[in-house]
């Protein structure tokens, strides 16, 4: 199975880009292909509670977290960028892993494609 990394690092608030990452990433299992994300600066504010998919006119928050569940997604958010947006209400539900700016280099490389949105 290929692995694929989607890179978002567009906010969510007037862009497409964290929605259609998803709507992407979970079309991708029909095909053979493991898909996993990554927020980058400010689309990390997309994984928290005040500013859920739902409320910004995506994919609904209950279905994005459905499939992250059914098809055990990864979601990956940099530490980092938690702090610099002073997100403290981080929902669960994502089942996201923080991982630091030094640790991006070696989750990027370790996919066979990486997409940047």
Not at 37 to 60: C, D, H, R, W, Y
Request: aromatic residues 12%; glycine residues 6%; charged residues 25%.
């Amino acid at each position: 199975m290929k692995k694929i990394l989607f890179v978002v690092y567009q906010p969510p608030c007037g862009t497409i880009w964290v929605n259609e990452a998803f709507r992407t990433a979970f079309g991708m299992y029909g095909e053979d292909i493991e898909p996993e994300l990554l927020f980058l600066n400010e689309a990390t504010i997309s994984i928290s509670q005040e500013t859920g998919p739902a409320k910004l006119g995506m994919l609904s928050l209950k279905m994005v977290q459905k499939y992250i569940k059914k098809y055990e997604t990864k979601v990956y958010a940099i530490k980092e960028d938690i702090e610099k947006f002073c997100i403290n209400d981080i929902d669960a539900r994502f089942g996201a892993e923080f991982i630091t700016n030094d640790q991006v280099a070696e989750l990027i490389h370790s996919k066979d494609f990486v997409i940047f949105m």
